[in-house]
Structures are given as structure tokens and as C-alpha cells.
């Protein structure tokens, strides 16, 4: 006999681990640099813009595939009688493999600067760039050696990702989400009032409220493109395993909305946390985006900022926060595989897996800077080339599998499964999709056009993903 599966509890317990999955290291330190680079207020708009289009659709596709499928997303396309169609649930599940060996080990450097700014603040403050290095293997005289400290804190990261785990969907990943979600929106609103209370954030505040459409150009539409897919976990395996455990009795088009509106609220926070802070301390222009830019540049505002060292503690305990729930959310789709496929135990499964997984991120991390370790990558612009393995890693998930898991999912349902499978499994229960027509038009040709757009530009103009 089949076992009963696991379900979410309550309809909270799913909109915060859905969220949690989404908001991310995304929402925090990629979307405010990029929000400055595409013209603040106009980067916005556009954003907001795509979201609602594509990021709404899309994120509803996937949890409907799941919900119908109630099975994970290799066996959801076997399960509705299309099993030539798996190559799209193993693209997501191998993409959440890789992802998960870097972003658990970002997670680890996160751990590490909590504790840093609470007991080393003036270390960071006196060379950011240096403390940073140092932590990852290369030293000031040039030398490198093995990142034991990094490792450590990844090793950390992992074990406490794998603690919630083993204890079940109901048990651990809805009961952490329902303390951590909280105590992260808690953590912005305060970093929040202190970044536009600083003498000089106005200027920045007004940054992210002007129309400057002299930034707009094509690539901001990409990047805004790109950095939405990412942001709400679109193109992985993850939404359509959440999507699995989700309640027949539940109205998917009211929850996946309320999902996509939290992602977008706390990035547009971060923007604002982020961008006049900035400002104030270290003047505009100094903006950046991405772990760079994390671990070294904010460094000089907390360093300016009246009780910088304790906004430090706080801000890196947010992006903790943000990357455990992620990362939660990825391990969880491959377990989720794993364990129905081969009849695995929970437990075993997640250990073995947690440990391999943080084996292979070893690699990421040591290829920073202390063993050079390369991939293989080519672009349009620059022929063949070979990048670190720890960008090559990120470039083959963010650039290429994430946008054609996407297009797969787009693929099947609009024109395989048909969109009227989804729109019959939203509408269980007695509930109505009034835009079905819409989510039709934009899930057959709409979406698919827009990924398509990504995935060539990406590669044959090397404009980058995430
Ligand atoms: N959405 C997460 C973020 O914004 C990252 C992520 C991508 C998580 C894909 C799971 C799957 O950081």
C-alpha cells in the first residue's frame, strides 16, 4: 500500500515555506545592485511589471504540476502519462544539485560574518576586501592555503540545513518557516528605518523612487527578467515539489499571488535598505551587486553608520535567515526524489545527500581563490573560455538550466498537457480562474518567447542571468 504523503499543514505553513524558498540571497544582494543599475524607479517598474506577467504564471504552472502530480518533478510528468517528458524534471533536479553546492556554501561565508561583525568588526572595517580573501584561502603576501574557516561555517550551514530536513515537511521545513519568516520581515523593517534615518539617504530614497528611463535599455529588460525566474525559484524542481504537498482544498491563484507578493516586497525593501544606505555612506556609484559586493563594499557602511557593528550582526543574521529557507527548499526537492524513487529514509537520504552536497561545494569554495580549479564555458562574445569552477558552476545553473527547466515546464504545459489540465486543477474545489484565457495566451507563447529571448541572449552575448 501506498504511505499517506506529506502535506502541509496550514495554508500559512505553505505561503511561508514557499516563500521562504523564494526570498533568498536574490532578494537581498542582487536585486538592490541591479535595481541601481537599470535607473532605480524605472528598474522597479519594470520588475513589477514582469513579475505580475510571467513570475505569477509561472510560479502557479509549476506548484499545479506538483499538486496534480502529487509526486516529485521527475516522476510528475511519468505520473500524468508523459514519461518522455522527464528530461525537464532531471534538468531541475540535477540544477537544484548544483545550486545547492554553492549556495550552502555562500550560506556558511553568511554564518561566518555573523560572527565576524559580532567579535572581528574592526578587522572587516580596517581591509574588507583583505578580510574577505583571507577567509577564503588567499592571503595579503599572496600566498594561498586550504579556506578551513569558510569550510567550517559550511559544514555548519549544512548541518543545520539538514536538522530541519530530517524532520519532515510538516515536523521541520514548516515549523522553521514559521519562526524564521517572521523574525526575517522583523529584521528588515528595523535595517530599514536605519538605512533612510542616516543623514544623507534621501538622496538615495529618491534614487529608487525616479523614472530615470535614460538607464532603461534591452538588457535592463533581461536582467529584470533574470533576476524575477531566479528570485521566485521559477526553472528548479522546488516549487513543483512544495506544490505536492499542497491541500486539494486550497485556492492556488490567491496563494501563489500572495508567494510572488512577499519575494517582491522584501527585494524592493532591500533596495531600499540597501541603495541609501549606500548613498549616505559611501556616496552613489558605489552600489554593487552580488557576494563582492556583500562581503566587501557594505562593509564601509556599516563601518560609517552610527551602530554599524550591531546593523552588521543583524543584516548578515537576514541573509542567513534568507539563504537557510532557500537552501531548505532545494535540498528538500531532491530528497523528495530521492527517498520516492529508490524507497530511501528520510534520514539516510538527507545525511548521505547533505554530506555529498558539501563535498562538492568544497570544490566552489577552494576554487575562490586558494586551488584553481576550472570549468568550461563558451559565449557568443568570447569564444571558448575557462572560467573558475566556482563561476562555471553558477553560470551553467543561472544561465542555462534554470531558464530551459522553465521553458520545459512552459513547453509541456502549453502545448503537451494542454493548459487546460492546470486551469481544471486550480479550479478543484469549486474555485474559478477568471484569467484563464490570459494564462493560456501567456504560458503557450508569451512565456516561452520571453525564455527563449534569455537563453540565446545569455549565450551568445554573454549577459549574465542572476
Ligand atoms: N530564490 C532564491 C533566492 O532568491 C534562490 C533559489 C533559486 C532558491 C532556485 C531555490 C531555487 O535567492
Not at 176 to 192: D, E, R, S, V, W
Amino acid at each position: 500500500m501506498e504511505k499517506k504523503r506529506a502535506q502541509w499543514s496550514s495554508k500559512l505553513g505553505f505561503i511561508l515555506a514557499a516563500a521562504g524558498s523564494a526570498i533568498g540571497l536574490g532578494n537581498i544582494w542582487k536585486f538592490p545592485g541591479r535595481a541601481y543599475e537599470g535607473g532605480g524607479g524605472s528598474f522597479l517598474l519594470i520588475y513589477l511589471f514582469i513579475v505580475v506577467l510571467l513570475g505569477i504564471p509561472l510560479m502557479l504552472t509549476e506548484l499545479a504540476l506538483g499538486r496534480a502530480s502529487q509526486t516529485n518533478i521527475v516522476n510528475t510528468f511519468k505520473k500524468l502519462g508523459y514519461k518522455q517528458h522527464s528530461w525537464v524534471g532531471w534538468i531541475g533536479v540535477i540544477g537544484a544539485f548544483i545550486i545547492t553546492c554553492y549556495y550552502s556554501h555562500v550560506g556558511g561565508w553568511v554564518l561566518r560574518y555573523v560572527f565576524s561583525y559580532a567579535f572581528e568588526a574592526p578587522a572587516i572595517y580596517r581591509d574588507s576586501l583583505g578580510y574577505f580573501y583571507n577567509m577564503l584561502g588567499l592571503h595579503a603576501d599572496g600566498t594561498t592555503s586550504i579556506p578551513w574557516t569558510a569550510l567550517f561555517f559550511a559544514a555548519l550551514f549544512m548541518l543545520l540545513n539538514a536538522v530541519v530536513i530530517i524532520r519532515g515537511v510538516e515536523g521541520g521545513i514548516e515549523k522553521f518557516n514559521k519562526f524564521g519568516m517572521p523574525a526575517l520581515f522583523l529584521l528588515l523593517i528595523i535595517l530599514l528605518v536605519r538605512s533612510v534615518t542616516l543623514p544623507g539617504a534621501e538622496a538615495g530614497v529618491k534614487y529608487m523612487l525616479s523614472l530615470d528611463l535614460g538607464k532603461v535599455t534591452v538588457n535592463t529588460f533581461f536582467s529584470a527578467l533574470g533576476q524575477a525566474f531566479y528570485s521566485l525559484s521559477i526553472g528548479m524542481a522546488i516549487l513543483v515539489t512544495y506544490g505536492s504537498y499542497l491541500s486539494k482544498s486550497e485556492d492556488m491563484i490567491k496563494n501563489t499571488a500572495v508567494v510572488c507578493g512577499m519575494d517582491t516586497l522584501v527585494a524592493v525593501l532591500a533596495g531600499f535598505i540597501i541603495v541609501p544606505a549606500v548613498f549616505a555612506t559611501l556616496g552613489s556609484g558605489e552600489v554593487g551587486k552580488g557576494g563582492g559586493f556583500a562581503f566587501v563594499s557594505l562593509a564601509g557602511v556599516f563601518a560609517e553608520m552610527p551602530g554599524g557593528r550591531i546593523f552588521g550582526v543583524l543584516f548578515y543574521l537576514l541573509l542567513l535567515f534568507a539563504a537557510l529557507t532557500s537552501c531548505i527548499s532545494l535540498i528538500e526537492s531532491i530528497v523528495a526524489f530521492l527517498t520516492e524513487e529508490f524507497g530511501w529514509t528520510r534520514k539516510r537520504t538527507t545525511i548521505i545527500l547533505c554530506l555529498i552536497l558539501f563535498l562538492i561545494g568544497c570544490l566552489y569554495t577552494c576554487s575562490q581563490a586558494a586551488i584553481p580549479l576550472k570549468g568550461i564555458w563558451y559565449d557568443g562574445v568570447n569564444g571558448i573560455t575557462h572560467p573558475a569552477l566556482c563561476d562555471f558552476m553558477e553560470y551553467l545553473t543561472d544561465r542555462i538550466m534554470i531558464p530551459l527547466c522553465a521553458l520545459g515546464c512552459c513547453i509541456f504545459v502549453g502545448w503537451v498537457w494542454k493548459p487546460e489540465s492546470i486551469i481544471a486543477e486550480v479550479e478543484q474545489s469549486g474555485f474559478r480562474f477568471r484569467l484563464a484565457k490570459a494564462y493560456t495566451v501567456l504560458i503557450r507563447f508569451v512565456a516561452p518567447a520571453a525564455i527563449l529571448a534569455i537563453l540565446i541572449l545569455s549565450i551568445f552575448s554573454g549577459v549574465t542571468l542572476s
